[in-house]
């Protein structure tokens, strides 16, 4: 079933859209669940939880690209579980991705008003569109679905070295670009 007849089943409340949805994303969303969380119970209820996100949430809105919809809402809750369960168990990959990225995108969790959010949001985005296709994956395997360095080797063939240089590089552009677009890093 494609997107746009899932979330046609979500606006008619049809609790099948949430069977599709499982069907269609559920491997994505635990990927994403298990490697912020390292815990496949954890992750489970987070992908749980995402159906139920997603369903009170798609009345209000219509999302474009629903794949990245679903992840976005797994991410957010792996993160906000992750957090709550962080002080007793440490993911090193994920708590890793967060202090690389927080060198050039610091201070972005007292942002003020959803407008400055945006702002970044679109900053960043358009940043990692001007960026090699090889290097978009690598970033955004990095800091959106917290794989580890050796996974990211492992997907792509490179070596430690080059992704671990293409990743600084990347973060040292990132907070430049970010500057330029006056944006406080």
């Known amino acids: 079933m494609d997107d746009k007849e899932i979330i046609k089943l979500y606006w008619e409340r049809d609790e099948g859209a949430i069977k599709e949805t499982s069907s269609k994303y559920g491997k994505l969303c635990a990927y994403i669940a298990n490697n912020i969380l390292s815990n496949y119970e954890d992750s489970e209820e987070c992908v749980n939880d995402t159906w139920l996100a997603v369903w009170n949430a798609i009345p209000t809105q219509r999302p474009e690209r629903f794949s990245a919809f679903v992840s976005k809402i797994t991410r957010n809750l792996a993160l906000k579980k992750y957090e709550y369960i962080s002080a007793a168990k440490r993911n090193h990959s994920a708590v890793s991705s967060l202090e690389e990225l927080g060198e050039c995108v610091s201070g972005t969790d007292n942002v003020e008003s959803e407008?400055?959010?945006?702002?970044?949001?679109?900053?960043?985005?358009?940043?990692?569109?001007?960026?090699?296709?090889?290097?978009?994956?690598?970033?955004?395997?990095?800091?959106?679905?917290?794989?580890?360095?050796?996974?990211?080797?492992?997907?792509?063939?490179?070596?430690?070295?080059?992704?671990?240089?293409?990743?600084?590089?990347?973060?040292?552009?990132?907070?430049?670009?970010?500057?330029?677009?006056?944006i406080e890093v």
């Open 115 to 182: 407008m400055e959010r945006k702002h970044i949001e679109y900053a960043i985005n358009q940043f990692l569109w001007k960026q090699s296709d090889e290097k978009r994956n690598v970033f955004i395997r990095r800091y959106w679905y917290f794989d580890s360095i050796e996974s990211i080797c492992m997907r792509t063939g490179f070596s430690q070295s080059k992704v671990k240089s293409m990743l600084y590089g990347m973060r040292q552009k990132l907070k430049k670009y970010l500057e330029g677009e006056g």
